[in-house]
């Protein structure tokens, strides 16, 4: 069957692309992952509709996201609560609900959170690029068009009338994230902590920082105290491969935690989120506010395993 048309985009928003879980194992070419910013809720919206978790799905952030449905589907909200309307009524989120050609989707205004995802029964077919359907927004490849959504663009699917079965499942409100405007983030030691003062690095732990309107999906930029490194230690060093989570220091000491957009850095690393809280790091939004608490080894290994028991549970209750 070929594909059909899914989803008009009216207004695309302060950005929407389309997204998976990524592209893993390209690093070394200087190919950055990219993916969902929130993955946890990524994986569960595909799960409500009855998709694989990494099937590619719509990312919206903060506002201004519109789009009209070409055929009957079932779709899911899963993410921020960005007031999602359907045919200017509330939708639920965290359901997976069935639509109709012709119904309009909206997200008015964040309640909380930043970003949302747009899940649709079949996928939303786009190519896949090395191995991926996520968008790269800077290099100009994959997703639709190697480009964030804009209007008038058609985004197809395939058997989406497979999945209305799917309609009325819902995630259970002790697996749903809790969004809010200060965040405490889990982090452990950087690769250069010891670069910095050990009055900056006891601050780090102390102070509340801000979300910076500068944030992108290639860094959060947090405003708060200035972290000095120790006499006579660089501001920069040479870059070297980094992972999403680290968290490194420019030279005015502003911390910027590092996203999927981003395979390098070439500042010291004060330290890094646990996987666990990976995810919380997709819906910081401008203007929140972000504290940091130290963890081991052992507990982050422990909290990912709960959050990845969390995903299995959906899995295997909401198989068909």
């Given at each position: ?19 998976d ?20 809720s ?6 409500l ?20 449905f ?17 045919n ?16 309009v ?22 190519p ?9 927004v800077?290099a ?26 799917c ?6 409100d002790?697996?749903r994230?809790v969004h ?5 983030l889990?982090?452990m ?5 010891e ?12 102070a509340a ?15 708060g ?6 006499p ?7 870059s ?19 996203l ?6 070439g500042y ?7 996987a ?5 790091l ?39």
């Amino acid at each position: 069957m070929a594909a059909v048309e899914l989803l008009d985009i009216m207004t695309p928003g302060i950005l929407a692309t389309v997204q998976d879980t990524g592209r893993r194992g390209f690093g070394q070419i200087g190919v950055a992952p990219s993916g969902a910013a929130d993955s946890y809720s990524c994986r569960l919206g595909n799960l409500l509709v009855g998709n694989l978790e990494d099937a590619a799905a719509i990312e919206v952030t903060l506002m201004g996201f519109q789009a009209r449905f070409g055929c009957d589907a079932v779709a899911a909200v899963t993410g921020a609560d960005l007031q999602p309307t359907l045919n200017d009524r509330p939708l639920p989120m965290w359901t997976a609900h069935q639509v109709k050609a012709g119904d309009v989707l909206a997200f008015k205004t964040p309640v909380c959170g930043c970003r949302a995802y747009l899940a649709v029964g079949g996928g939303f077919s786009v190519p896949a690029v090395m191995g991926s359907r996520s968008t790269n927004v800077g290099a100009g490849f994959g997703g639709h068009a190697g480009r964030a959504l804009q209007p008038g663009d058609t985004l197809s699917g395939r058997h989406p009338a497979q999945y209305l079965h799917c309609r009325g499942r819902t995630i259970p409100d002790a697996l749903r994230p809790v969004h809010t405007s200060t965040w405490v983030l889990r982090v452990m030691a950087g690769p250069q902590a010891e670069q910095f003062a050990p009055s900056s690095y006891a601050r780090f732990f102390e102070a509340a920082y801000t979300v910076s309107e500068k944030s992108d999906r290639t860094g959060v930029r947090l405003e708060g105290p200035v972290l000095a490194t120790q006499p006579g230690a660089p501001d920069s060093i040479l870059s070297e491969g980094i992972l999403g989570g680290a968290i490194q220091v420019p030279g005015d000491g502003q911390p910027i935690i590092l996203l999927n957009e981003t395979v390098t850095g070439g500042y010291c690393k004060i330290a890094a989120v646990i996987a666990a809280d990976l995810p919380l790091l997709g819906q910081l939004a401008p203007g929140d506010t972000v504290r940091f608490q130290e963890t081991d080894m052992a507990t982050a290994v422990d909290l990912l395993r709960r959050v990845e028991a969390a995903v299995a549970w959906v899995r295997a209750n909401l198989a068909d």
